[in-house]
T-cell receptor, first 109, second 114 residues
Framework: GDSVTQMEGPVTLSEEAFLTINCTYTATGYPSLFWYVQYPGEGLQLLLK?????DKGSNKGFEATYRKETTSFHLEKGSVQVSDSAVYFC????????FGEGTQLTVNP | DTAVSQTPKYLVTQMGNDKSIKCEQNLGHDTMYWYKQDSKKFLKIMFS???????INETVPNRFSPKSPDKAHLNLHINSLELGDSAVYFC?????????????FGNGTRLTVT
């Protein structure tokens, strides 16, 4: 069945550091891929998405490129801020939406 | 102008009790969901309703019973609460299937069973 694997957390960075959170997937067909973010005390919200191979999703300085050849959708940001501290979830839409296990990011000033 | 609202935000109760969580969305979406998030942040879908009809029913104890009086509301009733039910429960909605459009989540209900 479909599955999503994220890099284990937690990840701790200093402000202005470069961020990468790895995400790989297993799916049949051509799923859409998503990153959701969960800020403390809140529900998840969509951060970005990509619907086909080589698409790049971007929002709030975050980017992720749909790589079919490596079945990956890694999340990147060039310079993180304290306000980016949250849990990040990679997800794919196959027969149903499948979430990864989440990666806790803490950014220190 | 809250899009997806859940009540209560916190719920502390004893084992064996019955409790309900309510959810309402004002986005005009036709599909609503219940998710359970455990202490390690793992997210698991429990139920999904489309236009008041149950379309996803995961392997969830039948002590959990969802009810959708109309497409803007999806409530979750839990009978005979157990310690293992302690978690954060999220309601969500989307237009169409979750594969087609992004989910909009409520802020969660933190259930603690003592």
């Amino acid at each position: 069945g479909d599955s999503v694997t994220q890099m284990e957390g937690p990840v701790t960075l200093s402000e202005e550091a470069f961020l990468t959170i790895n995400c790989t997937y297993t799916a049949t067909g051509y799923p859409s891929l998503f990153w959701y973010v969960q800020y403390p005390g809140e529900g998840l919200q969509l951060l970005l998405k990509a619907t086909k191979a080589d698409d790049k999703g971007s929002n709030k300085g975050f980017e992720a490129t749909y790589r079919k050849e490596t079945t990956s959708f890694h999340l990147e940001k060039g310079s993180v801020q304290v306000s980016d501290s949250a849990v990040y979830f990679c997800a794919l839409s196959g027969s149903r939406l499948t979430f990864g296990e989440g990666t806790q990011l803490t950014v220190n000033p | 102008d809250t899009a997806v609202s859940q009540t209560p935000k916190y719920l502390v109760t004893q084992m064996g009790n019955d409790k309900s969580i309510k959810c309402e969305q004002n986005l005009g979406h036709d599909t609503m969901y219940w998710y359970k998030q455990d202490s390690k942040k793992f997210l698991k879908i429990m139920f999904s309703y489309n236009n008041k009809e149950l379309i996803i029913n995961e392997t969830v104890p039948n002590r959990f019973s969802p009810k959708s009086p109309d497409k803007a509301h999806l409530n979750l009733h839990i009978n005979s609460l157990e310690l293992g039910d302690s978690a954060v429960y999220f309601c969500a909605s989307s237009q169409g299937s979750q594969e087609e459009s992004p989910l909009h989540f409520g802020n969660g209900t933190r259930l603690t069973v003592t």
